[in-house]
C-alpha cells in the first residue's frame, strides 16, 4: 500500500505556522483514508472467522461423517449393542455393527485365503543371468500374466523385482526378493481361488523344473516349447460350530468378511472361540462425543449471527495502535470484532437448514425422542442437541437396526435420509469443497477459492481505493506545501524590504 511520504519544504517565516496549517488542511482527507481502511478490516474479520467456521464445519465431517473415518457416524458399527471376545486373538476377531445378535462360536481354521503365489530360489551372489541361463537368441526371460519379462547379464535379484513391479503393475501382480530365503516371490494381491498367475518360462526347461518342484505345480509344453502353468490362490475355510453342536463350514475368498452384521478378521489357522454379550458403552461413548462438538459448531455460528455490535469499537487506525500496548490491542480488536456477521444470511441458513432437517418435523421429532436425541431446550441453543445416554442405550438393546436407519440410514431420496446422512449433505454444501457457500463468500485456504471469492474481492477492490485517497491526499498536500511555500517566500521579502525601509528611515 502506497504511503503519505511527499517532498515537503518545511521553513517557517514566523509570520504562521505553515505545518499546522497544512495538517488542519488535511484532517478530512486522512479521516476518508482511515474509514476505508477500517472498512476493510472489518471485511478481513468476516473472511478470517468465515474460514475458521469453514475449518471447523470441515473437522466435524472427517471425524465423524467421512466414510474412512474411525469415529464415523452413519456406519452400522457405529450403533453395535454387542461386544464381542475371542480366546486368541491371533486367530480370529470379530465386531459386531447395528442388527448384530448374540454369538457363541467356535472357529476352526484349516486354511487362510492366499493369493496366487510362485517362489523362485536365487543366489544374489552369483549373477542373475547364470540362474536364468540364455536361450538360443542369447537372452532368458519369463513371461508372467501375459507380460514378457527379459533376463540380461547385467540383472540383479534388485533389478528383476523391478522390472517385474513396473511390467505387471497394470496386472495387480507385486514381487519382492527374501534375503532370509533367498527367493524371489512373485504374487497377487488379490486372496481367494479366483486369483491366478499365469507363468511361463522361456527357454530353460531346468528352471521350470526346480519352480514346479519348489512349489508344487506342473507345467505343461506350449505349441513353442514352453514351460506354462497357471497357479491359483486359496480360500479361507473354517468349521464354525455353534453353543448346540451345529457346525457350518464357511469357504471365503477373503480373510476379512461380514455374516449378520458382524465383520470377521482370521489372522491365522487354529481354533478359537467367540463369545458376545450385551454392551452399549462404545456407541454411547462415540455418540456423546459427536454431540459436544457438534453442539460447539453450532453455538459459535448461532453466536455470530445473533451478538448485537457493541458502539464505539470501530477497527483502531494506525496511529491510535502507536499508543497502546499490544494486550490494549488485541482486547480492543476482540471486542471490534463482536457482531460483525450478525444476522449473516449464509450462516443463519446454515443453522436453519439443520434444524429444519433435524426437527423440522413433528413425527421426526417423536421418534429422535425415544432415541435419545432432541433439540435443545434452551432459545439460545438454536440448532444444538439435546443427549439422552441412557435413552439412546436402551434403543440400542431394543432395536439397534432400527436405530441405525432412523440415525444414519443412506436413502437416494433425501426425505428417507437417516438424520446425520441429512446432516452430511448439509455440510458438505456449506464448507465441503472449493465450491461450497461457505467457500464461495470467503474462501478456503490452500484452494483455489482462497482469492475467487466475495471477500476477497471486496478486499482488493478496497486496496485499489484506498491507494486512490492516498495518492489524492498526497497530490493535495504537495500543493499545499508548494502554495505555502510560495506564500511564505512571498513574506519572507515582503519583510526584508520592510527592514530596510525602517533603517533607512532611521538614518
Known amino acids: 500500500m502506497s504511503s503519505i511520504s511527499p517532498i515537503r519544504v518545511t521553513g517557517l517565516s514566523g509570520n504562521f505556522d505553515m505545518e499546522g496549517i497544512i495538517e488542519a488542511s488535511m484532517i478530512r482527507d486522512k479521516e476518508k483514508v482511515n474509514k476505508a481502511k477500517q472498512a476493510q478490516q472489518i471485511v478481513k474479520w468476516k473472511q478470517e472467522i468465515y474460514r475458521d467456521v469453514i475449518k471447523e464445519s470441515k473437522n466435524l465431517y472427517d471425524k465423524y461423517l467421512a466414510p474412512d473415518s474411525p469415529n464415523n457416524i452413519t456406519n452400522k458399527k457405529a450403533y453395535s449393542a454387542t461386544k464381542i471376545t475371542s480366546s486368541d486373538e491371533s486367530i480370529v476377531v470379530a465386531k459386531g455393527s447395528a442388527g448384530a445378535e448374540k454369538i457363541n462360536y467356535q472357529f476352526a481354521v484349516s486354511q487362510m485365503a492366499e493369493p496366487a503365489k510362485v517362489t523362485i530360489k536365487l543366489n544374489s551372489s552369483d ?216 444476522n449473516d444470511d449464509e450462516l443463519r441458513a446454515f443453522i436453519e437448514d439443520i434444524q429444519s432437517a433435524f426437527f423440522g418435523d413433528g413425527k421426526n421429532i417423536v421418534t429422535l425422542r425415544k432415541l435419545g436425541i432432541n433439540e435443545s431446550e434452551n432459545y439460545n441453543k438454536k440448532g444444538q442437541i439435546s443427549f439422552n445416554a441412557d435413552a439412546f442405550s436402551k434403543a440400542l438393546i431394543d432395536d439397534s437396526d432400527k436405530v441405525y436407519k432412523t440415525l444414519a440410514g443412506y436413502s437416494s431420496n433425501y426425505d428417507d435420509k437417516g438424520m446425520f446422512e441429512k446432516l452430511k449433505d448439509i455440510v458438505y454444501e456449506y464448507s465441503g469443497s472449493s465450491t461450497s457457500k461457505f467457500t464461495k463468500k470467503a474462501g478456503m485456504e490452500n484452494s483455489s477459492s482462497a482469492s475467487q471469492n466475495v471477500y476477497s474481492k471486496q478486499i482488493a477492490e478496497q486496496e485499489r481505493n484506498i491507494s486512490r485517497l492516498i495518492e489524492k491526499m498526497n497530490d493535495k498536500e504537495k500543493r499545499l506545501y508548494a502554495k505555502y511555500s510560495a506564500l511564505e517566500s512571498l513574506l519572507n521579502q515582503y519583510s526584508s524590504q520592510m527592514n530596510y525601509f525602517s533603517q533607512a528611515q532611521g538614518n
Not at 526371460?141 to 528383476?160: A, E, K, R, Y
Not at 463350514?249 to 477373503?254: A, Q
Request: charged share 25%; aromatic share 6%; glycine share 6%.
Open 127 to 342: 549373477p542373475i543371468v547364470q540362474q536364468f541361463p540364455p536361450n538360443a537368441s542369447g537372452a532368458s526371460s519369463l513371461n508372467i500374466g501375459g507380460v514378457n519379462i527379459p533376463i540380461s547379464g547385467q540383472d540383479t535379484t534388485s533389478t528383476i523385482v523391478s522390472k517385474i513391479n513396473s511390467l505387471c503393475a497394470d496386472n495387480d501382480i507385486k514381487a519382492s526378493y527374501s534375503e532370509m530365503t533367498g527367493e524371489l516371490i512373485i504374487s497377487r494381491k488379490k486372496t481367494g481361488s479366483s486369483s491366478d498367475i499365469d507363468l511361463k518360462v522361456i527357454g530353460n526347461n531346468n528352471l521350470a523344473q526346480q519352480i514346479a518342484n519348489d512349489n508344487g505345480i506342473t507345467f505343461a509344453t506350449d505349441a513353442s516349447g514352453n514351460q506354462v502353468a497357471t497357479v491359483y490362490g486359496k480360500n479361507l475355510e473354517a468349521d464354525v460350530t455353534d453353543e448346540h453342536g451345529r457346525v457350518t463350514h464357511i469357504n471365503k475368498e477373503e480373510n476379512s468378511f461380514n455374516i449378520d452384521n458382524i465383520e470377521y478378521n482370521v489372522n491365522s489357522k487354529g481354533t478359537a472361540k467367540l463369545t458376545s454379550v450385551t454392551d452399549t458403552e462404545e456407541a454411547v461413548k462415540k455418540m456423546k462425543a459427536f454431540v459436544d462438538d457438534y453442539n460447539k459448531l453450532m453455538d459459535k455460528v448461532y453466536g455470530l449471527v445473533t451478538t448485537k455490535k457493541p458502539k464505539g469499537y470501530p477497527p483502531l487506525t494506525d496511529e491510535q495502535k502507536e499508543e497502546m500496548t499490544t494486550e490494549e490491542i488485541e482486547k480492543w480488536e476482540k471486542k471490534a470484532k463482536e457482531g460483525i456477521l450478525r
